[in-house]
Each structure stands twice: as structure tokens, then as C-alpha cells.
Nanobody, 119 residues
Framework: VQLQASGGGLVQAGGSLRLSCAAS????????MAWFRQAPGKERERVAT????????YYADSVKGRFTISRDNVKNTVYLEMTNLRPEDTAVYYC?????????????WGLGTLVTVSS
């Protein structure tokens, strides 16, 4: 599975962006997908997860009510709609897919897309 993230950019605080993650290769609607982010000098943080074809979602507390993860199984694409952006949302955002059964770690990773929020 190959993942290609896009949609990052520079936005003012309070603005919105939509990130996309297109999956290719041996994809399936039954694969879990997620967005992570890593800000300079900080640990990587899981932002949102969408669980297989049921569409169940998980959000980090820091983004609840502002970010929405969704998926289009026909296009094999996962989206992250980000609203009311804050300077602390500035980070490189990565998409991930598939989790190992024995420890839940993510198998496939895309290259990141940079989101910069100016104050």
C-alpha cells in the first residue's frame, strides 16, 4: 500500500484546510486509517483515526470539535477536514494505514504534508 498525502499549506489562525491521503496498491475498505502530526521538537501525535468500513472515528482531545476524518472508499482516499486552526496545529501531517494485530502499530506511512498556521 502506498499513501500520498496532500493539501497542506499556510493558513491564518481561525482558517480551514482539508488534507487528503490517497491510497494505492493493495487497498481495502476494511483497513484502518489515521492521521498523525509531528511539530518541531515534539513527539508524533495521533490526531484522528477512522476504523475500517464501519466508519468509527477517534480524535485526540486537542482537535475534537475542530477536525473531522472521513473516507471515500471508491476513491481510496481519507480526508482530514481542519477548521478553526490554531498556531499550535502547525506540524507535518502524516497519514497511516493498517495496524498490526499483535501491537496495534501502524504498517504503512505516507510522506508528510506541512501545515503552518500563522497567528
Amino acid at each position: 500500500v502506498q499513501l500520498q498525502a496532500s493539501g497542506g499549506g499556510l493558513v491564518q489562525a481561525g482558517g480551514s484546510l482539508r488534507l487528503s491521503c490517497a491510497a494505492s496498491g493493495r487497498t481495502s475498505s476494511s483497513i484502518d486509517m489515521a492521521w498523525f502530526r509531528q511539530a518541531p521538537g515534539k513527539e508524533r501525535e495521533r490526531v484522528a483515526t477512522i476504523v475500517s468500513s464501519r466508519g468509527s472515528t477517534y480524535y485526540a482531545d486537542s482537535v475534537k470539535g475542530r477536525f473531522t476524518i472521513s473516507r471515500d472508499n471508491v476513491k481510496n482516499t481519507v480526508y482530514l477536514e481542519m477548521t478553526n486552526l490554531r498556531p499550535e496545529d502547525t506540524a507535518v501531517y502524516y497519514c497511516a494505514a493498517g495496524r498490526r494485530l499483535y501491537d496495534g502499530s501502524w504498517i504503512y506511512w505516507g510522506l508528510g504534508t506541512l501545515v503552518t498556521v500563522s497567528s
